[in-house]
């Protein structure tokens, strides 16, 4: 393909994937795409859309016997992944963000993670065969862990927790350890006559009364949407105290619009209040790249796909996620949570360093496909998946493993050289908004 048919590829498929949302919020689409102009790792992360034109259209001799048709993240590259204290009340760590959870293959799972893992290296300038090398491990890694699955009956026995970690997952865990809510609750909100109300800022506005109207009784939806088993027994808790309109998320979010919610909490001491976000859902990527009207029937509306998806593959979630509408339109609620540490890849350089890290995110991407099986509560997948997975690499397993790392580093240069053919389109206002 020439450089200017790949530059109108990229072009059609941003302009398709965010046209509505460049118009309702033009502002915050030149913001996202300022930051994917910044690097090859960033516009990749933005652009999950053209990542799923590409792999859909190439063929796929690794997932067969039912792993053609699993959830997957969707998303799955190096920076998510990060903390969260889970309704067990325990530190853990995983993969996050779901945003974009659908069916697919789980070959595109690791083709996605493959690629970002070979665009950080070449940021780090790490030797090509050290990258390779790493999405081996990777891959490794995984099938290790799938192999784990295939002899046990409990898919949910694996965590990555504090005493279990090592290295810079620790460090991200012993991180999370020392965050306290009172100090979330002092930075966004204020004491107004004895009482919490979020603060104003840059990123907040107060609703007008129709639309508080509106987003009080999307809350009230959404705590019917809480399974019996993850609610909590006293009504006080959801007692709703403020809410505002907010902005400002990363890369994927822009445009969404969201709201925040301030509710009593676990008591009327002022340090427990719980920040929630309603955010609007997005349709996710793949599915504009596959035959979806059988998933898409499965549920009402993006909010409601979102947490299903996520309730699957992240065991014991949040007690908090939940989903509700506003005129018809998805939202996911979930805490604002004080526990959330991302992964820190600024100081992980060497690859001795990062071979522990991506033996544990293998283990972790494992995890997430073989507990979104018939085990967990949806029945769109109700096949054990490690079986497919096993029966799919039967005596191919070294093969898979060489051929992802291959094309990990064969995908990540198309990205640096679509991250230029991008950066030229923005500038010359071709993507659907202009860069002034």
Known sequence: MTTSKRADVIIDVLRDAFAPLMRAD?????????KMA??????????????YCDVTGEDDPWADHGAERIWIHGDLHVENFG??????GRLIFDVNDFDEAYIGRFTWDLQRFAASLALLGWQKALPEDAIRKLISRYARSYLAQVNHYTGTEEDETFEIRLDTAQGPVLTALESARTKR??????RITVMQHGVRRFSEDGTTRRLSSTERAKVVAAFHGYLETIPESKRFDRDLFYELRDVVGKSGFGIGSAGLPAFNVLVEGYSQALDNDVVLSMKQANVPALSRFVESAEVDAYFDHEGHR??????????????????TSIDGTGYVVSEVSPYEVDLDWSEINEPEDMRS?????GRATA??????????Q???????????????????????VSWLGEWGIAYAARVRDDHALFVDAFREGRVGITST
């Not at 809510?181 to 002092?186: C, G, I, S, T, V």
């Open 26 to 34: 033009p502002v915050a689409f030149r913001a996202k795409y300022r």
């Open 38 to 51: 910044r690097d090859p790792l960033a516009f990749y992360r933005g652009t999950a859309c053209l990542f």
């Open 83 to 88: 903390t969260y204290l889970n309704s067990d």
């Open 181 to 186: 809510r009172a100090d979330l609750l002092d």
């Open 306 to 323: 979102t947490v299903v998806s996520q309730r699957a593959l992240q065991v014991h979630t949040d007690p908090l996620l939940g989903h």
């Open 357 to 361: 890290v991506v033996d544990l995110l």
């Open 367 to 376: 995890k997430i496909h073989c507990a979104s099986d018939e085990d967990s």
């Open 378 to 400: 949806q029945d769109l997948v109700d096949f054990q998946v490690e079986e497919a997975i096993h029966k799919s690499l039967d005596g191919r397993r070294n093969e898979l």
